[in-house]
């Protein structure tokens, strides 16, 4: 259990109570170069056309090109897990992906991968509500990525 400070902010049935981890998500940030003005919209017509070659990748659930307050762009990757995440990238359209890339800036990302080990509940879950709210028993919950939080 949580003690101190941290305990307010955790509902005591939320630990006793653990989500099994049946599956791991698996995330890439990859943060791009900056991106020249006059080369902008050509990188996001790109990215738009890189998610369409990636459609029907088996394991990928998400890709979203973020765009910061500052003009910097990172992408956001979302994968059922590590091995999903390797097989895309020895597959066929990434290499073209890359070429593509290449054209249009002249360095290239750094990216940083994770797994996911706590998210939060959003609709379609077990313990996800149309609001985004989690809600089993009315008790907020967290579970394990791709867990129930109550098996």
């Known amino acids: 259990m949580f003690k101190g400070h941290w305990a ?20 890439a940030i990859a943060r791009f170069p900056t991106v020249p003005a006059e080369r902008d919209q050509a990188f996001r017509d790109w990215f ?3 998610n369409d070659q990636l ?3 088996a394991g990928l659930k998400a890709r979203r090109l973020l765009r910061a ?3 910097s762009y990172t ?16 597959a066929g359209p990434v290499s073209k992906i890359h070429e593509q890339l290449g054209e249009i800036l002249d360095e290239t990302a750094e990216a ?22 989690a809600s089993h028993e009315a008790a907020p919950q967290a579970r394990a990525s791709s867990g129930c939080c109550r098996s």
Request: hydrophobic share 35%; charged share 20%.
């Open 8 to 27: 307010r902010y955790v509902p005591n049935d939320v630990m006793a109570t653990p989500c099994p981890m049946e599956a791991k998500m698996h995330i």
């Open 69 to 71: 307050l500052d003009g």
């Open 112 to 133: 940083t991968k994770y797994d996911v080990v706590v998210d939060y509940p959003t609709s379609g879950g077990c313990c996800g509500g149309g609001s985004g709210a």
């Open 55 to 57: 459609r029907d990748t």
């Open 48 to 50: 738009a056309w890189s």
């Open 75 to 90: 992408a956001l990757v979302e994968h059922e897990n590590a091995d999903t995440f390797a097989a895309m990238h020895s």
